[in-house]
């Protein structure tokens, strides 16, 4: 399987002349998220993310993006949808060890984000779920454990209450995404990427795709397989979850 739109080897690096490195770390992950007693680790306000991005991290719009972690792929996972949401062009999770003091950011280029997201239609809030319903051609994938899914646990410390939101459908691969670390191997990869081809089979006339988990990470990282994988049009994270969304509606 030829693998290019989300993710390059660290082999291919060498190919590029120029590209930002980054390494996604949970106090980077706060730059971008709302922490879990304020907002329910939704990302921050656009506004908010894009000063972020232009100052902090000095990403423009056309840098080409390599991010990679010591933790679990979903982290960098969620870190890369946001980018895309932006509207980010070049966007890779690099899959195989490097040292990276032998790359240097040393990007010569002018900082330009757009004033609002190219592609609002990448992630879904709580509040806009409902009217989605509506839609024949889009199918709504849980992407958390069956435990989780069927009420047994929340999965989570500080979320209260378990269960599911109606026309989410289980996902069979049973939590997986977020059991992948990020040292994982191209090898490795491609076989997550054929065994969710294989267990996510759609009708032709589903045109979107909605992923959710507990907060989003999980999430975020089936959106880029599905995307690899070309398993509809649009392919679609819903923010925070079962965790604002229980919060929400069953209080």
């Known amino acids: ?14 190919l590029i002349k120029n ?6 770390t949970s106090d980077i992950m706060s730059d971008i998220e709302t922490d879990k007693n304020n907002n329910f680790w939704k990302y921050r306000s656009y506004e908010e993310i894009r000063e972020i991005i232009l100052k902090k991290y000095q990403i423009s719009q056309d840098t080409f993006i390599v991010l990679y972690t010591r933790g679990k792929l979903m982290m960098a996972a969620r870190f890369a949808w946001l980018l895309y949401w932006i509207g980010c062009n070049h966007i890779r999770i690099l899959i195989g060890n490097i040292e990276p003091s032998l790359f240097i950011n040393n990007l010569s280029q002018s900082l ?3 004033n609002l997201p190219l592609r609002p239609e990448v992630i879904l809030t709580c509040s806009q779920l409902s009217n989605e319903f509506l839609c024949s051609t889009t199918k709504f994938i849980d992407v958390r454990t069956y435990r989780e899914y ?3 646990i929340t999965g989570y410390s500080y979320i209260r209450h378990a269960g599911r939101i109606p026309n989410f459908e289980y996902d069979p691969l049973d939590g997986i995404y977020g059991q992948i670390n990020g040292d994982i191997t191209w090898d490795e990869l491609e076989a997550y990427l054929h065994l969710m081809s294989k267990t996510n089979i759609y009708e032709k006339d589903i045109k979107r795709i909605v992923y959710m988990c507990g907060t989003g990470w999980r999430a975020s990282l089936s959106a880029i397989f599905a995307a690899e994988l070309n398993l509809a049009k649009t392919i679609t994270v819903l923010d925070s979850g079962w965790f604002e969304w229980s919060e929400l509606y069953l209080t």
């Open 1 to 14: 399987m030829k693998i290019s739109q989300w993710f390059i080897r660290s082999d291919e690096l060498l």
């Open 19 to 24: 590209f930002y490195l980054l390494n996604i």
């Open 112 to 114: 330009s984000l757009p």
């Open 150 to 152: 069927s009420g047994e």
